[in-house]
């Protein structure tokens, strides 16, 4: 009789185990599962991260073109400006002296202002497209910001899978979904703003 009970408790052992195997298939198979979807999309959220810092760079490079164009522009624009004064000195040497003002030194004049107006229109208008450019940028450095965050949550609930499935651990497998779950929250922010 002793055999017997023997070959039963092996038989229940036997059972016990391989339903623990199947149950850990299962869960290795999740964990595989959702560590899969989540490298996924740390892969698309890394490559928006590049792509939006990338374009945040060239746009505050075209925003310092524009900033080094609107000085050189003010400075074209105090040039002109000193070339009348220039002018109105001698207008007024020549009045000081109860003499006729030549044309000359009265057309120089009025090109001059002419000049400067245009001069001001053209250096107010590079300060704002260097000024949009910048906001674009900040706004593309701001969602990439969102991308970095995400791919980070992501590459942690990634690992954090790959501990779960070596320990089977479901703990730490929940631990892992909830930090994909933050990643998932970073990325979609980063689409839409």
């Known amino acids: 009789m002793p055999e017997d009970t023997e070959v039963e408790t092996e038989k229940l052992h036997e059972a016990i185990h391989e339903e623990l195997e199947r149950e850990g298939s299962t869960f290795l198979h999740r964990v595989a599962m959702t560590t899969a979807v989540l490298a ?22 075209e925003a310092a073109r524009l900033q080094t164009e609107a000085s050189d522009t003010w400075a074209h624009y105090q040039a002109r400006e000193i ?11 020549w009045m000081a002296a109860n ?5 000359e030194i009265t057309d120089k004049a009025q090109h001059y202002a002419a000049e400067r107006e245009t001069l001001e ?3 107010h208008t590079l300060e704002q497209a260097r000024d949009e450019k ?3 940028a900040d706004q593309l450095l701001h969602s990439h910001e969102h991308y970095a965050y995400g791919v ?4 942690i ?16 497998w929940f631990v892992s979904l909830i930090a994909g779950i933050g990643g998932i929250g970073f990325f979609v922010i980063g689409l839409i703003n």
């Open 83 to 93: 070339k009348a004064a220039i002018q109105e000195a001698e207008r007024q040497t």
């Open 99 to 103: 003499r006729p003002v030549p044309a």
């Open 121 to 123: 229109q053209t250096a």
């Open 40 to 61: 996924a999309l740390a892969a698309v959220a890394a490559l928006l991260a590049g792509a939006t810092v990338n374009e945040a760079l060239v746009l505050k490079t």
């Open 152 to 155: 980070t949550l992501f590459q």
């Open 134 to 136: 910048s906001r674009e």
């Open 157 to 172: 609930a990634i690992a954090l899978g790959a501990i779960a499935a070596l320990t089977r651990a479901q703990g730490i």
